[in-house]
């Protein structure tokens, strides 16, 4: 990771390398040194082939006249049934209720199948696990770093290590470094902080963000030592030189002592949870996928979350679609939909989330990732302020692409550090969202900024989005001290009835605060490096009621494109199979009504989700 010169301020830039073909447009035409190839996201078959295998072979189908009532005990006969079947098939869960008294493991290439949601229903008590050692992580003796010695620039995807001998193709890999903080080199200026609003990572915490020595969690009585992460996998090896399946995402820095981290084993590959439901009794984790490769969730429905209905730990190309999360009827502060931790090149695409606090969170050390084409609609129940429907939370999150979504909110907050070098594109992102009827309130909702980006938030991207609401947003950014007052005035106030009083109203952008919901605090925190190193272009918003083609919003050294033109997509080469007849792109300044309703909207509404109506994917996509 190298400083340069991406605002007048000074603010960090990761260089060098060229994005991938998305559109039939080269990505790399806009701003190649804050991107990556992220064609890669999602599963990858054996083949080489991108999305998930269709396995077609049911090795056992478990007796629902005698399981499925709902009121006898499926664990038993359910893992008898996934522990004895053979690789690549399925088994199958005919319709019925199914309760689970204890945890469910699934730790080789299977398929768990449902004849459909709402049809087959499973009632949890505890998770489902996918994972080679479900409940577990590899043991100590069976962690392994070596030195990387060449090979740090960006794009790259040929690193040279000191000690191969230990590495197989097939294998994931960790890349990772020393945090940057204490490099003192002239003008650089650190990307990584492990110090948030709410405490230092790793006092007092059990937190995963990066090893200590080689644990996969610090000891909770000092930061993370090595908190920016990416996960590849190795394609060949020869002599000391490994190829990746991707490419770097980060030029590194030798005086930060650059690692290749690995466990013996890898990671269970080719495993997926389909077509069905899941009833999640408000715990956390409905879904567990932990230490998985090339593993899936499509067509499925999870209701009475927790914390994650999917929750992820050192994933790679991962792939989570076509589902339905949903929170109905119940309030917590840490009801995720999709929670991603340590994980890579992973695709989170064409996922309906509804009354969630937060329907995917990105967090700990996620690189490379793509959150495409979810729709959002309502907040968590009884919450009178607007939640961060897409967010990066803990450090450090950086080299996502966000394309194509329909939400409410993003926010990138500092409560546990950092994050950087995000790309939001082709989004269209309200700030506003009206009380839901379940809510019981009449007040309009709070923390209307469409866009959060707070202290040590730096090096983003957000082009071609389309933003706020029309007479909602009351500026179009604070992103000074100064500004702090725009965003004070979101505060909740009991007394004050729906749309009368100002309550709820924010910028479109809210920039480098200590803390966005208390604005005016920590002065001395405040981040002028977040608005000075974020480069926007092509944005609409309603408050400007423009878009934005603004040479004054690059940072300094960016380079504005030849012309206005925006791909249509970033990732992909075209418009998908189940995108139907939709407008594609769906979403864009450039775009006939600038924003179209998603494949994942159309089947929330067309399907009546909101009234209680069966989600069944298969009539959708």
Same mark, same amino acid.
């Given at each position: 990771?190298?400083?340069g010169?991406?605002?007048?301020a *000074? ?5 060098? %390398?060229?994005s ?11 701003f ?22 269709s ?20 664990? =038993? ?7 004895t ?9 005919? =319709? ?6 204890s ?10 199948? *449902?004849? *459909? ?18 409940g ?13 010695? =060449? ?54 915490v059990?937190?995963c ?9 610090t ?33 590194h820095l ?6 290749? &981290? ?30 998985c490769?090339d ?21 790679l190309?991962?792939?989570i ?5 949903h ?10 939909g ?11 695409e064409?996922?309906?989330?509804d009354?969630?606090? =937060? ?7 996620? #690189? ?13 129940? %009884?919450?009178?302020?607007? #939640?961060?429907?897409? #967010? ?19 926010v ?5 550090? #950092?994050a ?5 594109f ?7 969202? @009206? ?10 909702s709070?923390?209307n900024?469409?866009?959060?980006l707070?202290a040590?938030?730096r ?11 029309a ?17 004070g ?14 309550m ?20 001395? @925190? &405040?981040?002028?490096?977040v ?11 309603? &408050? ?52 179209? @309703? ?11 989700? %909101?009234? *209680? ?5 298969? @009539?959708?996509?």
């Amino acid at each position: 990771m190298t400083s340069g010169t991406s605002s007048g301020a *000074g603010g960090s830039t990761i260089t060098g %390398g060229t994005s991938g073909s998305a559109g039939g447009t080269s990505a790399g035409m806009l701003f190649p040194d804050r991107m990556t190839d992220w064609t890669h996201a999602g599963v990858v078959q054996p083949d080489g082939t991108r999305g998930i295998p269709s396995r077609t072979t049911v090795c056992a189908t478990v007796d629902a006249a005698k399981y499925g009532d709902g009121k006898t005990d499926a664990t =038993a006969a359910i893992q008898s049934a996934i522990d004895t079947c053979p690789d690549n098939q399925v088994v199958m869960l005919p =319709a019925g209720t199914y309760l689970l008294k204890s945890a469910i493991g699934i730790k080789h290439p299977i398929v768990l199948r *449902g004849a *459909g949601a709402p049809a087959t229903k499973i009632v949890e008590s505890a998770s489902i696990n996918v994972s080679a050692t479900p409940g577990t992580w590899p043991g100590q003796n069976t962690l392994h770093a070596v030195d990387w010695i =060449a090979g740090y620039d960006q794009g790259t995807t040929t690193i040279t290590v000191s000690d191969a001998s230990g590495l197989h193709v097939g294998q994931p890999v960790v890349l990772d470094q020393l945090n940057d903080t204490a490099v003192t080199t002239a003008g650089y200026v650190p990307l990584v902080s492990t110090a948030g609003n709410e405490g230092n990572v790793g006092v007092g915490v059990n937190d995963c963000a990066s090893r200590d020595g080689l644990n996969f969690c610090t000891d909770g009585t000092h930061p993370v030592p090595r908190a920016l992460m990416q996960i590849a996998q190795v394609k060949a090896v020869s002599g000391k030189q490994v190829t990746l399946d991707a490419p770097v995402y980060a030029t590194h820095l030798a005086s930060l002592a650059p690692q290749v &981290f690995y466990w013996d084993g890898g990671n269970l590959a080719y495993a997926g949870v389909e077509n069905l439901a899941i009833d999640a009794q408000y715990k956390d984790g409905a879904i567990s996928m932990t230490f998985c490769t090339d593993c899936w969730v499509k067509g499925v429905q999870i209701e009475h979350i927790a914390r994650g209905a999917v929750s992820l730990f050192y994933d790679l190309h991962v792939e989570i679609r076509d589902s339905y999360f949903h929170m109905n009827q119940a309030s917590a502060p840490e009801n995720y939909g999709i929670e991603v931790d340590d994980t890579s090149q992973s695709l989170f695409e064409n996922n309906i989330l509804d009354a969630l606090a =937060a329907g995917i969170i990105v967090s700990w050390s996620s #690189s490379g990732n793509v959150i495409s084409y979810n729709y959002s609609i309502n907040d968590s129940p %009884g919450s009178q302020v607007l #939640s961060q429907t897409l #967010s990066n939370h803990s450090v450090h999150a950086f080299m996502n692409l966000w394309e194509g979504n329909t939400v409410p909110k993003f926010v990138s907050d500092v409560i546990w550090g #950092s994050a950087s070098h995000q790309t939001l594109f082709r989004n269209r992102i309200s700030g506003y969202m @009206k009380p839901s009827a379940a809510s019981g309130s009449t007040l309009w909702s709070n923390g209307n900024w469409p866009i959060g980006l707070e202290a040590w938030h730096r090096d983003f991207n957000i082009i071609g989005n389309v933003l706020g609401q029309a007479g909602v947003q009351n500026g179009y950014q604070a992103a000074a001290v100064a500004d702090a007052a725009l965003v004070g005035a979101t505060h909740y106030n009991d007394t004050c009835a729906c749309c009368t009083c100002g309550m709820g109203v924010a910028p479109i952008y809210v920039l480098g605060y200590w803390n966005s919901w208390s604005a005016g605090a920590n002065p001395d @925190k &405040f981040d002028p490096l977040v608005a000075g190193t974020l480069l926007r272009w092509g944005n609409f918003d309603y &408050f400007s009621a423009k878009t934005h083609w603004d040479l004054q919003e690059l940072p300094a050294g960016e380079t504005a494109p030849a012309d206005q033109k925006l791909p249509s997509s970033l990732y992909l080469a075209g418009k998908p199979s189940w995108f139907g007849s939709g407008t594609w792109p769906p979403i864009g300044p450039d775009v006939s009504s600038m924003a179209n @309703k998603l494949p994942a909207q159309l089947c929330y509404e067309t399907n009546n989700l %909101g009234s *209680g109506s069966a989600f069944d994917p298969s @009539k959708c996509y």
